[in-house]
């Protein structure tokens, strides 16, 4: 029996007393026959039992599978640790079961396997499939170090995942500047202009960015949850300019091929980020 399972959670399910569960085995409980119109499980399974199982939003109590007064395991109810009814997507144990009352030890289906059509989450009468491996970022730009001119730029990434993304993606985009003092602050808002996502790329492209150093850290999220970050910090961002002293050199006289000498030293100033450095050639 499991208490809580019927008429919204108010009273106990009883399943027939001569059906048995098999060690490591899979018992199908349907509202309707599989073969019924409004029942989206394939025709081929065959439920175990159809009956009228309770899993109401609101209901204050657990699901409790037990024989007599012997509890077998539990289900925390109000709210329910994972399913979606709008998708429809079953609630699933993971691999390691753990104690049922604990949200974590379960999670929202991610594969559809065993319905008429397409949409559908959940695998019923087969093992469970839970991904617990993180996307991984194949490529982010820019790199750490890079330097820009003021301006517009765009911050873009690539990523894959096993067990898939989502279409519409759950992913996190933050942009800071240093105040100078190696203290960063959000700037995100003011400063990107738009942005496009999809399941296996990402691109952010900035308002004129002005002068000074910057982080971006950006999270994907896979459709089981998992979350894997790229942080670019820093990148620069500056009117640099370049000037060259020549001394005796004539400038205009370089040509490919020919070779210029004089005894002064040319020297080349690249300002940057508010310093320079200079740059001799003798």
């Not at 952010?204 to 960015?209: D, E, G, H, K, R």
């Amino acid at each position: 029996m499991i208490d809580n399972a019927a008429t919204n959670g108010t009273a106990t399910l009883t399943i027939p007393a001569v059906q048995t569960i098999a060690a490591n085995g899979y018992y199908l409980i349907t509202a309707t026959a599989t073969d019924n119109a409004s029942n989206l499980i394939n025709n081929a399974i065959t439920a175990d039992y159809a009956g009228s199982l309770s899993l109401d939003p609101a209901q204050t109590g657990n699901l409790i599978f037990k024989s007599g007064a012997i509890i077998y395991d539990q289900v925390k109810a109000n709210p329910w640790p994972a399913g979606d009814n709008n998708i429809p997507a079953s609630m699933e144990r993971k691999s390691t079961p753990g104690n049922g009352l604990t949200a974590s030890n379960w999670y929202i289906a991610q594969t559809g396997v065993g319905f008429d059509g397409t949409g559908s989450l959940g695998t019923p009468q087969t093992v469970n499939i839970f991904d617990s491996t993180p996307p991984t970022i194949t490529s982010s730009s820019p790199a750490n170090n890079t330097l820009f001119p003021m301006g517009v730029i765009t911050l873009s990434y690539a990523y894959t995942d096993a067990g898939g993304i989502a279409p519409t993606p759950t992913y996190t985009f933050l942009l800071e500047k240093n105040n100078g003092a190696g203290v960063y602050s959000d700037v995100t808002a003011a400063s990107i202009s738009s942005s496009g996502i999809t399941a296996s790329a990402a691109s952010f492209t900035t308002n004129a960015l002005a002068f000074g150093a910057y982080r971006a850290t950006f999270t994907i999220t896979d459709a089981a949850g998992n979350t894997t970050q790229d942080i670019v910090a820093p990148f620069f961002v500056d009117n640099f300019q370049m000037m060259i002293s020549t001394g005796a050199i004539n400038i205009g006289a370089l040509s490919v091929g020919a070779l210029v000498s004089a005894t002064d030293t040319v020297t080349v100033t690249v300002k940057t980020v508010g310093a320079g450095f200079n740059l001799s050639l003798g």
